[in-house]
């Protein structure tokens, strides 16, 4: 049986399908499109699922959409009507595309895939529920979801047990905590949905103490956060239910200066804001499980919803809560309910077992050796090719401590906005100048933010204060801990202004070829850490073909492409006129 | 031949935005009219009568913000509805 999810028209669309319960097939689209958290229809997502098991749409039994529409559609009529006259603008930009393609699922699904079924729509935080429950190693665990807004809900708590999902309770729109997350995002002039990592990264550069931080204190005044950690906004600080913008000018005043335009100074003020905003996250997010775990009584807590990829926070649960084991699936936001919508179907509505883990993010497209082959001979490009996996590991690693950047195209796109070792530039993690030098010949992005380690899983415990056992959502690089201190200074191009570190651990069985690269680079260097970061420069997605990848590291400083067994070396080629500087975008 | 193509596509390229731009015209007119009409007299009525489409309170009072929402496995029809 075929079941396929289907997630879009907000942000990060994707597809995802099920074979008998198996994810076989997942991937974003804009991986596809190069439009960086792609909104439409998941056209090229869909028929790369349908390719990869040689199937065509007849054969999918059912389709799942992963919001009600016409729930969302009375949500989003409230808020006009509460705000009548002041949302005339954003009544008049947003309601075409209510018109024609999101009240037209069901029409658009038939049209776009001559597809004869109907389709199912399963609530949006069921779907973010099941998406993280579903495919979790957890028979029963108890469940919270938070993000920005989905129909009405914005935050849930309940339990999943064997098949079954209830969510209990609620918080419902406009109060929302994802939406004050990114509130204070855009007041620091970064792009919502999309750069609240960066104000992530920014807090510890800020006061992280409660007592001293004056904007911790100012930013509790625009929240009411009860005990059980339920909470409401003061709306008189917002305006995101009527404008296109989300701060009001109260909230301008109350943090002491206008919004912060997007090439201004970011000065300490900015970063007070960035880590009081962070803290006032952890101080619900810790009361709320708190009180979720009085209330469901279970040690396993899984986490969906946009604010699941707060990995600063997520690497503190165990520590603050009485929990003891924690999940969250590689795309805990919107884009991971295509997942959990396909997985609600087949388990909960139709009443099959569950008997699937997810345990890797390889989900998404792969190139054969023949494929990437005729692709390097049709451009003309010039390459090596190893003989075999050893040679591979041996000359990579030796390139990284030699202080190269290498492009890693290895296999399936991983699934989810994380670069887990299929599409990732790897670096040298003990060089000290690398950090700088990734920045201004790859990323070009802003300077405050750090490099992600990845470290084998066997080794995570010699160099990071993880929890243990090692959690499995820092497979996916979802949780952020305190490095050792004496490895400060022997891996500073991943540690953290407060001595924290990104990781993400691998499993041998996960990606052999990634683990033992790692392991080989250990030999070399005396650190079995590399710098991992995505495959892409700033703005654009990760990398998704062998084209990609080609043009990626030739607009940039990367100085070799490890593409399945071929080594492409930059300068052996010409160099493109492509300027990676010129489409870096925020 | 070259530039009676020419003429043509670019004719036909104007026509497009010709008819984007009046598409544009009428659909603003049309929302504005929904706007003013169905969302404004809506609003309009309920602040007359006290009535609130979002929940923006705060209480000191009340101990706690969760409501209920008991969200569980319903029939497969249901699942059919967009609502």
């Known amino acids: 049986m075929y079941i396929l999810g289907i997630s879009c028209y907000y942000h990060d669309s994707s ?22 958290h792609d909104t439409t229809f998941p056209i090229n997502a869909i028929k790369f699922c349908l390719e990869h098991q040689l199937i065509t749409i007849n054969e ?3 389709i799942g959409f992963y919001e009600k529409p016409l729930i969302k559609f009375e949500r989003v009529l409230s808020q006009h009507i509460e705000a009548f006259p002041l949302s005339i603008k954003t009544f008049l930009s947003s309601l075409p595309s209510w018109i024609n393609e999101k009240l037209r699922v069901t029409r658009e699904v038939k049209k776009k895939l001559k597809y004869k079924k ?3 729509f399963v609530e949006h935080h069921l779907a973010h529920a099941a998406s993280c429950f579903l495919i979790s190693p957890f028979k029963k665990a108890a469940i919270l979801t938070i993000d920005g807004v989905g129909e009405w809900t914005t935050t849930t708590w309940g339990i999943g047990e064997g098949k079954e999902i209830q969510l209990n309770k609620e918080i419902k729109f406009p109060h929302s905590l994802g939406l004050l997350y990114s509130a204070i995002t855009a007041y620091l002039g970064f792009s919502v949905n999309n750069s609240e990592y960066k104000v992530m990264g920014l807090s510890p550069y800020g006061l992280m103490d409660r007592t001293k931080n004056i904007y911790y204190e100012k930013l509790k005044k625009v929240i009411d956060i009860k005990d059980d950690g339920s909470y409401r906004l003061n709306m008189n600080y917002f305006v995101y239910y009527y404008k296109d913008k989300m701060p009001s000018k109260k909230l301008c005043q109350l943090l ?13 003020r900015h970063k007070d804001i960035a880590a009081a905003v962070q803290l006032i996250y952890e101080d619900v997010l810790f009361k709320m499980l708190n009180h979720v775990y009085r209330e469901i009584k279970c040690e396993n807590i899984v986490i969906a919803g946009g604010c699941g990829l707060n990995s600063v926070a997520n690497g503190k649960i165990l520590n603050n809560t009485p929990f003891k084991n924690i999940w969250l699936q590689p795309d805990p936001s919107d884009g991971g309910t295509s997942i959990g919508v396909a997985s609600y179907i087949y388990h909960t509505i139709l009443g099959n077992e569950r008997d699937f883990v997810l345990n890797n993010a390889y989900l998404g497209p792969s190139f054969s050796t ?8 049709k451009n003309k490009i010039k390459y090596s090719k190893v003989k075999d996996n050893k040679e591979l590991i041996n000359i990579t690693a030796q390139l990284i401590h030699k202080d190269n950047v290498i492009g890693w195209f290895q296999g399936r796109m991983e699934w989810g906005p994380r670069a887990l070792g299929a599409r990732s530039i790897l670096s040298n993690a003990c060089n000290p100048k690398m950090q700088e030098i990734l920045n201004l010949k790859v990323k070009h992005r802003e300077k405050f933010r750090p490099f992600a380690p990845v470290v084998c899983n066997n080794d995570a415990q010699k160099y990071f204060k993880c929890d243990k056992p090692i959690p499995l959502p820092t497979d996916f690089m979802l949780m952020v801990y305190q490095i050792k201190k004496r490895w400060h200074k022997k891996i500073p191009s991943v540690t ?3 001595g924290s570190g990104r990781l993400q651990t691998i499993r041998k069985e996960q990606n052999p070829l990634y683990y033992e690269l790692i392991k080989k680079f250990g030999k070399l260097s005396g650190i079995p850490i590399l710098i991992n970061t995505s495959f892409n ?5 990760i990398v998704c073909t062998p084209g990609d990848a080609y043009k990626c590291m030739m607009g940039t400083g990367i100085d070799y492409l490890v593409m399945d067994k071929f080594l492409i070396k930059r300068e052996d080629n010409p160099q493109d006129m492509w300027n990676s500087e010129k489409y870096a975008k925020d | 031949m070259n530039k009676i193509f020419f003429f043509l596509s670019g004719f036909k390229e104007g026509m497009r935005q010709f008819g984007q731009t009046i598409s544009i015209i009428i659909n603003s007119g049309l929302l504005l009219i929904v706007y003013f009409i169905g969302i404004g007299f809506t609003s309009i009525i309920a602040k007359l ?13 009340e101990k706690s913000y969760w409501t209920d929402l008991n969200l569980k496995k319903k029939s497969i029809k249901e699942y059919y509805k967009q609502f």
């Open chain 1, 15 to 36: 597809a995802a399908l099920l074979k008998d319960g198996i994810i076989v097939a997942a991937a974003q689209e804009e991986r596809f499109t190069r439009k960086k």
């Open chain 1, 60 to 62: 999918i039994d059912y």
């Open chain 1, 118 to 120: 109907g389709v199912l």
């Open chain 1, 256 to 268: 002491d200066g206008s919004i912060r335009t997007k090439d201004s100074e970011i000065t300490q």
């Open chain 1, 370 to 377: 023949s494929e990437i082959k005729s692709f390097l001979e």
């Open chain 1, 496 to 498: 953290h202004v407060d």
């Open chain 1, 537 to 541: 420069i700033r703005g654009e997605p």
């Open chain 2, 49 to 61: 009568f006290h009535k609130h489409f979002l929940d923006t309170d705060l209480s000191k009072n």
